[in-house]
């Protein structure tokens, strides 16, 4: 299983990457992953079976969505706090994972890279979402999974950037000492 899911997430990158470069539609690279994937391992399939998959593949993946036992209380404490999502998912999947979570009424504001014509890391993207909220990059926290896509685009920029890994062993780190707490 290890061996797949390495293989899927790199094949993945590749196919996201183009997609969000504007030379795949999003369907489109689902399919084309789903194709790499199986010659990967030896099984070549045609369009019509890949496209099949990759439903069968997006149906698991939705029934799956549910929000970390820690951002309902991370929300609510932001709740007096403008909080938007900015994303390069498609932005009907992603208000449906939201609702599905219940977590769609805590934003108040939506960026996805179909609507802004660019997606991250570029700085643009970053930008008019500040200049939308009204907001400096002083004022502004991006939380994300992402050191490359993320948080490094957001830092560039001036906004402080806070990396979620859900993958590494439970640490916690800080840019500095006066964050540590006492």
């Not at 820690?70 to 449906?96: F, K, Y």
């Not at 009424?105 to 930008?127: E, M, N, Q, T, Y």
């Not at 979620?164 to 780190?173: C, E, G, V």
């Amino acid at each position: 299983f290890a061996a797949f899911a390495s293989t899927w997430r790199k094949i993945s990158e590749t196919f996201i990457e183009q997609y969000l470069k504007g030379l795949l539609g999003f369907e489109e690279q689902r399919t084309m992953r789903i194709m790499e994937v199986f010659s990967t391992f030896g099984r070549k399939l045609e369009v019509g079976p890949a496209k099949s998959i990759a439903a069968q593949y997006l149906q698991a993946y939705e029934s799956s969505w549910q929000a970390y036992d820690d951002v309902r209380p991370c929300l609510a404490s932001c709740r007096h706090s403008v909080i938007g999502v900015l994303s390069n998912g498609q932005g009907n999947q992603q208000r449906r994972k939201l609702e599905k979570t219940g977590l769609l009424s805590s934003f108040r504001h939506f960026f996805f890279v179909v609507d802004l014509g660019a997606a991250k890391p570029d700085p643009d993207i970053f930008k008019r979402a500040l200049l939308t909220l009204d907001c400096s990059p002083k004022e502004a926290v991006y939380v994300g999974d992402n050191l490359k896509i993320d948080i490094e685009p957001a830092c560039g920029l001036g906004i402080y950037g806070v990396y979620i890994d859900r993958t590494a062993p439970k640490i916690h780190r800080q840019n500095h000492m006066a964050s540590i707490p006492s």
